[in-house]
């Protein structure tokens, strides 16, 4: 893990495919029309399907337990809130920067956000993990 800033941040990018969406859908159990049916999707809000928000929050996770903090960090608590939606083919980016260091206690708070490919902001939170 190394020694941790404030300000260190770390990324990582995934674009979302068709089948990544079934996936998900199947390993969580969200079958929800609006992500796995184009005809219903196409008379929703979005005009189309949509990638499930928990997908987007999951590549928060992945930085998180990877990078920055890096193995071996055990999430307390993250906060979302889904500012746009994500599209099947779209290019997500997950960033985390540590904001806060206890230091009483092996904690961190980091900023969370995943930007799309035109940089539009889809997501923010913020995380909390004992390291």
Known sequence: ??????????????????????????IVKDCNPVHIDE????????GQRIVHGMF?????????????PGPGAVYLSQTLQFLAPV??????????????????????TLETSCVNQKEDLVLVGEAVLKV
Do not use: N, Y
């Not at 987007?56 to 920055?68: E, R």
């Not at 599209?87 to 961190?108: E, G, M, W």
């Open 39 to 46: 005809e219903f999707a196409k008379k929703s809000i979005f």
């Open 87 to 108: 599209f099947i083919d779209d290019t997500i980016t997950a960033k985390v920067k540590v904001i806060k260091i206890r230091d009483d206690k092996p904690i961190i």
């Open 56 to 68: 987007s929050a999951s590549l928060i996770s992945a930085v998180l337990g990877t990078k920055v």
């Open 1 to 26: 893990m190394g020694e941790l800033k404030i300000g260190q941040s770390a990324s990582i990018s995934k674009t979302i495919s068709e089948r990544d969406v079934f996936q998900f859908a199947d």
